[in-house]
């Protein structure tokens, strides 16, 4: 319920609050009065269109308040816990500033939110019906919801499950869309993967390759230059002609010191120091012998080691700065050319999943359908009833039906047709002319709503514009029966609807310092007699009056 509403700096409104009844509430006063201000007000607290029109003459801002009590198990309270609202106790307080500049502010428990996500709590906590614009009423797409509810928690539990199965259809019909617009992208993609790796793998890499490679080529390509130096080397140390050689004059040396050695001890040991190294002469001089007959002096093979050489380093430019990063690449091409042939396996497993999901929301969706025409038949009754108390004896209501393809909803559209008069065609709602016809019909689906629905607070502005008498006061026993179970407040000017009210609220307009505004009072029972001879009779109502009034009061 609406507890209360704070406004400041609002069309006429200088600085207001009103407290409300959780049962009826009215709203009266004469034309003028701000009324219908309280709801633009409400409306605009609720998350409506915000105009700088609002925003009081000679002011910068307008500020509107209200606190809302809700059951702990409302929907919105995991719709606030989400969007990380802190609520305690079950209290919302939302609070709406405007400003000239165009900024508006929007919280929740002290919390700025966006100005959708504020809408959203607003459009699930109240509903308000205009005179001529019952929103969710005329809007014909609202109307299976009106049927579903009508048919309580088993019924609803019924659309869940529709809704569960279709989701799921729709959910794979995505993924399967999705792969099969992404199949010439996915065959390209594979194209380019195998190319890839039937270019590594005909390479034939082997680890450190390119190492190996790069000391054979250097080898290769110097061959000549190396086998002429160790020639030259070998001749100086052992092979020079003329006993120049490095060997035989080494040999001559130590000849020399063999044949003095005796003379004197310490050349017996320079002649040995010096024996090794003829050996490890000779030695050092056949090797280089045998690396000179190993030396592989060939221009072919050169060429296709450069070659190879060549095409090595150019896959480390494609696929990696190494022949490593080259073999890695191959890996992750294998398993991603692995998942991408067997997405053909998985589309053709999507399609046979989403022909059983169809099928299984198919049959829960007819089930549905049935449930629903027998719920009409009830609802065309009872709404005729109600219409028959409401002064409208001869209306035809029917609830009509038409195939549309699969929706969350199953697979009918639904509206809403009526024929308020004998010989009249039964048409859409929106098409009624009659106001007041109207009220009466959207009263009548929410009495017969009224336990059911989730929205706590209904507002009705002027709903008994354009009937009187007999059809009044009826309007007036079913918002008061509708007030039994959830809040209603209603701008009248029905005395029949402000007698049979919980709380009433009188709107009256005054100048002060050559300002106009508009200021409330909560009436109390001889105030009361006073305003509902007034809505009787107009300004200075007969004593006549007066008792009427008392009278229409005494049946509460």
């Not at 019924?158 to 792969?179: A, C, P, Q, R, S």
């Not at 044949?259 to 003829?278: G, R, T, V």
């Not at 008498?469 to 005395?495: D, M, N, R, W, Y």
Request: net charge negative; charged share 25%; proline share 2%.
């Amino acid at each position: 319920m609406l507890d209360n509403i704070s406004i400041k700096n609002f069309a006429l409104i200088e600085d207001l609050s009103v407290n409300f009844s959780e049962n009826f509430n009215v709203l009266t006063g004469e034309t003028g009065a701000g009324k219908s201000i309280i709801i633009d007000a409400l409306s605009v607290l609720l998350g409506g269109r915000a105009q700088a029109e609002f925003i009081r003459s000679g002011t910068k801002k307008a500020f509107i308040e209200g606190t809302f009590y809700l059951p702990n198990n409302h929907t919105v309270w995991s719709f606030l816990e989400e969007i990380g609202v802190d609520c305690e106790d079950y209290v919302i307080v939302m609070n709406r500033e405007l400003s000239l500049n165009g900024r508006n502010i929007c919280r929740v428990n002290g919390r700025s939110l966006t100005l959708g996500q504020y809408r959203q709590l607003g459009i699930n906590i109240v509903d308000i019906h205009g005179q001529h614009e019952h929103q969710h009423l005329l809007q014909s797409n609202k109307h299976i919801n009106f049927l579903d509810k009508f048919g309580g928690i088993s019924h609803l539990k019924l659309t869940k499950t529709v809704k569960e199965k279709y989701d799921k259809y729709i959910n794979t019909k995505n993924k399967l869309n999705e792969l099969k617009t992404s199949e010439k992208a996915r065959l390209q993609k594979m194209d380019f993967l195998k190319y890839n790796l039937e270019e590594i793998k005909q390479a034939n890499i082997t680890q450190g390759e390119i190492k190996s490679l790069t000391k054979e080529v250097d080898l290769l390509a110097n061959a000549g230059k190396i086998s002429e130096h160790l020639n030259f080397a070998y001749l100086q140390l052992f092979a020079e002609d003329r006993g120049s050689s490095a060997y035989e004059l080494l040999s001559k040396a130590l000849d020399n010191l063999n044949e003095i050695k005796k003379m004197d001890s310490s050349l017996e040991k320079m002649a040995d120091q010096l024996e090794p190294s003829l050996y490890l002469l000779e030695d050092i001089a056949i090797e280089i012998r045998n690396y000179i007959d190993n030396i592989e002096y060939s221009p072919e093979r050169l060429e296709q080691t450069d070659k190879r050489l060549q095409l090595l380093k150019n896959l480390c430019k494609k696929y990696g700065s190494t022949i490593e990063d080259v073999l890695e690449y191959a890996h992750q091409s294998e398993d991603e050319l692995e998942k991408l042939m067997s997405s053909s396996e998985q589309t053709k497993e999507l399609e046979i999943t989403l022909e059983n999901q169809l099928n299984d929301f198919m049959t829960s969706a007819q089930y549905l359908s049935e449930a629903r025409k027998k719920l009409a038949k009830i609802l065309e009754m009872k709404v005729v009833n109600e219409l028959v108390e409401l002064a409208m004896p001869h209306t035809q209501f029917l609830v009509s039906f038409s195939s549309c393809e699969p929706t969350y909803q199953g697979l009918e559209q639904i509206e809403f047709l009526i024929s308020p008069n004998p010989g009249e065609p039964l048409l859409p709602l929106v098409k009624i002319a009659s106001g007041g016809e109207l009220s009466r019909i959207m009263l009548a689906l929410k009495t017969i709503l009224a336990k059911i629905d989730d929205i706590g607070t209904l507002i009705f502005d002027e709903i008994d514009s354009g009937i009187g008498g007999k059809a009044a006061q009826k309007v007036a026993e079913k918002l008061e029966l509708i007030s039994e179970s959830q809040q209603v407040i209603c701008v009248t000017h029905s005395p029949f609807i402000a007698a049979l009210a919980d709380n009433h609220i009188l709107l009256d307009k005054q100048t002060v310092a050559g300002r106009t505004k508009t200021v409330v009072s909560v009436l109390k029972k001889e105030d009361r007699v006073n305003e509902i001879a007034r809505m009787l009779g107009g300004e200075n109502p007969s004593s006549d009056l007066k008792k009427h009034a008392m009278s229409i009061l005494k049946k509460k």
